[in-house]
T-cell receptor, first 113, second 114 residues
Framework: LAKTTQPISMDSYEGQEVNITCSHN???????ITWYQQFPSQGPRFIIQ???TKVTNEVASLFIPADRKSSTLSLPRVSLSDTAVYYC??????????????FGSGTRLSIRP | DTGVSQNPRHKITKRGQNVTFRCDPI?????LYWYRQTLGQGPEFLTY????????KSRLLSDRFSAERPKGSFSTLEIQRTEQGDSAMYLC????????????FGQGTRLTVV
């Protein structure tokens, strides 16, 4: 399984754009990149998933360079409610693989007023 | 369907007792995962099912831990002879096999062993 490396913590201010980068040098051809968000005392919540280039949804954007060895989660105009732990995961998303979801330590994002 | 449901939400037990947790996944999801999470750490994978088949168990899952998913619907996680080190949040998640990495998590069961 591809291992991921991401910053332990980040701080930002309300209204700013926050970019969290994740390294996954050993990503496999059929691996997808997935990000989860977790608030205290809650289970993780799926944010976004991508394979290559850029993916955008109502919550975030995910940028993946051509070599796929890293990815960047971009949160536009953060608010206090975006304070959470963000996990970057890589793994195959298809039925045929024995894929399982493995979490690292995550990035603890703190948003200040 | 209101999502993944876990019961109980909190459990306090004495060391040496057995405990059982239940997870009801989203109804059409055929994959079900169990995780354990301690303070400040990411969720640790314990085991997962595809329908009723248990496909993998982590080495973290000692002989005191057992999980079942009869008929491929709800799942139970049992811990026998609990130890203080078992105190943690136990999380359940479910997904479709074809979208295996997009999982939906329950609120968890917080276990405290005293």
């Amino acid at each position: 399984l591809a291992k991921t490396t991401q910053p332990i913590s980040m701080d930002s201010y309300e209204g700013q754009e926050v970019n969290i980068t994740c390294s996954h040098n050993n990503i496999a051809t059929n691996d997808y990149i997935t990000w989860y968000q977790q608030f205290p005392s809650q289970g993780p919540r799926f944010i976004i998933q991508g394979y290559k280039t850029k993916v955008t949804n109502e919550v975030a954007s995910l940028f993946i360079p051509a070599d796929r060895k890293s990815s960047t989660l971009s949160l536009p105009r953060v608010s206090l409610s975006d304070t959470a732990v963000y996990y970057c995961l890589v793994g195959a998303a298809t039925y045929s693989s024995a894929s399982k979801i493995i979490f690292g330590s995550g990035t603890r994002l703190s948003i200040r007023p | 369907d209101t999502g993944v449901s876990q019961n109980p939400r909190h459990k306090i037990t004495k060391r040496g007792q057995n405990v059982t947790f239940r997870c009801d996944p989203i109804s059409e999801h055929n994959r079900l995962y169990w995780y354990r999470q301690t303070l400040g750490q990411g969720p640790e994978f314990l085991t997962y099912f595809q329908n009723e088949a248990q496909l993998e168990k982590s080495r973290l899952l000692s002989d005191r831990f057992s999980a079942e998913r009869p008929k491929g619907s709800f799942s139970t996680l049992e811990i026998q002879r609990t130890e203080q080190g078992d105190s943690a949040m136990y999380l359940c998640a479910s997904s479709l096999a074809r979208e295996a990495t997009e999982a939906f998590f329950g609120q968890g069961t917080r276990l405290t062993v005293v």
